[in-house]
């Protein structure tokens, strides 16, 4: 019985450890496909085709994932765009 859970507790954390790398992998399309992107739906529509990546990702949280993703990377662009404005203003 113990080799049994043994074998159970090392199949599952292949499987989690499946699950981690697949969702690695749709970060880094995310990442790759962002700064084409000038628009939400724009981004929405190019990571469709990495939905089949997180499968085991509802829909709707996927959803949330990607448009809080692109908010924040604009944001982030947007912020650094503006202190190098202000560097170079300084000089």
Do not use: P
Request: aromatic share 12%; proline share 0%; glycine share 4%.
């Amino acid at each position: 019985m113990k080799q049994l859970e043994k074998s159970r507790e090392i199949t599952m954390g292949r499987y989690k450890h499946y699950l981690m790398d697949q969702e690695d992998k749709f970060w880094n399309e995310m990442s790759k496909e962002i700064g084409e992107c000038e628009s939400l739906g724009e981004f929405q529509d190019a990571m469709k085709q990495h939905r089949d990546l997180v499968t085991f990702i509802e829909d709707d949280v996927l959803d949330i994932m990607i448009e809080d993703y692109f908010h924040e990377f604009w944001a982030e662009y947007a912020q650094s765009k503006l202190a190098h404005e202000v560097c170079h203003d300084n000089n």
